[in-house]
């Protein structure tokens, strides 16, 4: 089963400095019917405009994975962590106990990325925050960037049942992705035209998935996919 939630029907608050789209609820967007997909609680498709940003917040209990499309984000938390992560490269942050952070976009253009919150396994563990390069030009096929499965030992890890994959495909390349029996997904493409499964989806439409084994995109145009495997 594939649903498509197009990007029109999403939650959406522009704050000026922050534009803002939910595919679940979040904020002040609120639909019974898009509250969660699984464990993944939040998908935001975030446009952030130059030398602005989140001021210090904290979080509790949330595995967050920032997945940056376009510029850069500058994190800094209450642990004495640092980093600017830029286009092609992934943060996650497990809130655990308690964590404060910023995020602020530091750069002379818009910063474009999705904060993708996954529940985790466990609540109560020590808060922690890491990024990893992930240079698009080098990915085939889609690629584990975070992952809390065994096995995915090259990816950023997450304290929860849920592997984060992205793929770049061209115009007419198709990539498969396989669900283990009674695995959720859901699927984004950041930017693009691609087919799944046959269903066509635009930038930044989303499909929830379920009941499906085997996954097969093809572009139609250049495309960025981003997909959570879920519980």
Same mark, same amino acid.
């Given at each position: 089963?594939?649903?498509?939630?197009?990007?029109?029907?999403?939650?959406?608050?522009?704050?000026?400095?922050?534009?803002?789209?939910?595919?679940?609820?979040?904020?002040?967007?609120?639909?019974?019917?898009?509250?969660?997909?699984?464990?993944?609680?939040?998908?935001?498709?975030?446009?952030?405009?130059?030398?602005?940003?989140?001021?210090?917040?904290?979080?509790?209990?949330?595995?967050?994975?920032?997945?940056?499309?376009?510029?850069?984000?500058?994190?800094?938390?209450?642990?004495?962590?640092?980093? +600017?992560?830029? $286009?092609?490269?992934?943060? #996650?942050?497990?809130?655990?106990?308690?964590?404060?952070?910023? /995020? =602020?976009? !530091?750069?002379?253009?818009?910063?474009?990325?999705?904060?993708?919150?996954?529940?985790?396994?466990?609540?109560?563990?020590?808060?922690?925050?890491?990024?990893?390069?992930?240079?698009?030009?080098?990915?085939?096929?889609?690629?584990?960037?975070?992952?809390?499965?065994?096995?995915?030992?090259?990816?950023? +890890?997450?304290? $929860?049942?849920?592997?984060? #994959?992205?793929?770049?495909?061209?115009?007419?390349?198709?990539? /498969? =992705?396989? !669900?283990?029996?009674?695995?959720?997904?859901?699927?984004?493409?950041?930017?693009?035209?691609?087919?799944?499964?046959?269903?066509?989806?635009?930038?930044?439409?989303?499909?929830?998935?379920?009941?499906?084994?085997?996954?097969?995109?093809?572009?139609?145009?250049?495309?960025?996919?981003?997909?959570?495997?879920?519980?």
């Amino acid at each position: 089963m594939l649903e498509l939630r197009p990007f029109a029907t999403l939650g959406a608050a522009n704050h000026g400095w922050l534009d803002a789209h939910h595919h679940f609820s979040f904020a002040e967007y609120y639909d019974p019917q898009r509250m969660n997909w699984g464990n993944l609680r939040v998908w935001n498709d975030d446009v952030i405009a130059p030398g602005s940003g989140f001021p210090q917040h904290p979080h509790r209990d949330m595995e967050i994975i920032t997945y940056v499309r376009e510029g850069a984000i500058s994190h800094q938390d209450n642990l004495g962590n640092k980093g +600017r992560t830029e $286009a092609g490269d992934v943060q #996650v942050m497990s809130a655990g106990t308690g964590i404060a952070h910023s /995020e =602020y976009n !530091l750069e002379s253009t818009a910063t474009r990325i999705f904060q993708i919150w996954i529940i985790p396994n466990e609540e109560g563990l020590a808060p922690s925050w890491g990024a990893k390069p992930f240079p698009k030009d080098s990915r085939e096929g889609f690629v584990t960037l975070a992952s809390g499965k065994a096995g995915d030992d090259q990816s950023l +890890r997450i304290r $929860a049942d849920a592997r984060l #994959v992205a793929a770049n495909l061209k115009a007419g390349e198709s990539a /498969e =992705y396989r !669900l283990d029996a009674a695995r959720r997904a859901y699927l984004v493409p950041a930017t693009g035209l691609i087919e799944i499964n046959g269903l066509r989806a635009q930038a930044r439409d989303g499909v929830a998935i379920e009941d499906e084994q085997v996954l097969r995109v093809t572009a139609i145009e250049d495309s960025e996919i981003v997909l959570v495997d879920l519980a």
